[in-house]
């Protein structure tokens, strides 16, 4: 069985129990894709390209990537901390990456770049598209240098968030009511991560058709998956 391994952050994570309703875009990939693919996803709450190499499930990664396997590399949110996650974006977070790519291939895996998805930022009624700031651009710079494939979650999430604008878009988020859930008896009010809708539809955007390709299909149909 082909697998598809996904490194990244608190949006892509699986979530504990204790997190609901709070969900990751990876729980959600194998909805999308042939259930002869697998997905193992390995990504981390908190983790930054630099700080993901630390927990356990790098050294998962290392030991169990293979031949053949498709490695989908985002961070972002956390490099832009100020504490001992963050990154430079046109330094070591370039470099972090490129890391991952080269573990790929070592491998004779298929890396795959995505810039992060959006903050739900709306000020003053108007989208900011710049809420991850230069690191979008580092990952489609480095894609175009290294000629590995990109998926541009960034722009698709920004473009989705401005079109069914600000009301809509809290369906993705976690907007939550005092005593509405047991988790979070005082509500919560959360930009970043993703209710259960909010995980589905940024899965969706990642194994979609697009104008030009689809990285994650033409991967599993080069691979003899239907």
């Known amino acids: 069985m082909k697998k ?20 990751g875009w990876g729980e959600m990939l194998s909805e999308f ?24 499930e790098y050294k998962k990664l290392v030991s169990n990537l293979s ?66 700031g230069d690191y979008p651009r580092a990952v489609r710079e480095l894609s175009q240098k290294l000629s590995v494939p990109m998926i541009d979650l960034n722009k698709e999430t920004i473009s989705l968030y401005k079109k069914l604008g600000e009301e809509v878009s809290k369906n993705f988020h976690l907007f939550l009511g005092k005593d509405e859930y047991d988790n979070f008896p005082d509500g ?17 955007l990642i194994c979609r058709v697009d104008d030009e390709h689809n990285i994650i299909k033409e991967w599993y149909k080069d691979k003899g998956v239907e």
């Open 67 to 132: 031949e053949g396997d498709l490695l989908l590399i985002q961070f972002g949110h956390n490099d832009q901390k100020s504490d001992e996650r963050g990154t430079k974006s046109d330094g070591d977070y370039k470099e972090n990456l490129q890391h991952y790519i080269e573990l790929a291939k070592v491998k004779h895996a298929y890396p795959v770049l995505l810039t992060s998805v959006t903050r739900r930022a709306f000020n003053n009624h108007k989208f900011d598209i710049y809420s991850l």
């Open 4 to 23: 598809i391994y996904i490194i990244g952050d608190s949006t892509a994570a699986c979530k504990q129990e204790s997190e609901r309703p709070e969900y």
């Open 33 to 56: 894709i042939p259930s002869e693919v697998k997905v193992v996803n390995l990504a981390k709450n908190g983790a930054s390209s630099k700080s993901f190499r630390s927990f356990p």
């Open 188 to 204: 919560r009010e959360d930009n970043t991560h993703f209710s259960k809708l909010g995980a589905k539809m940024v899965a969706n």
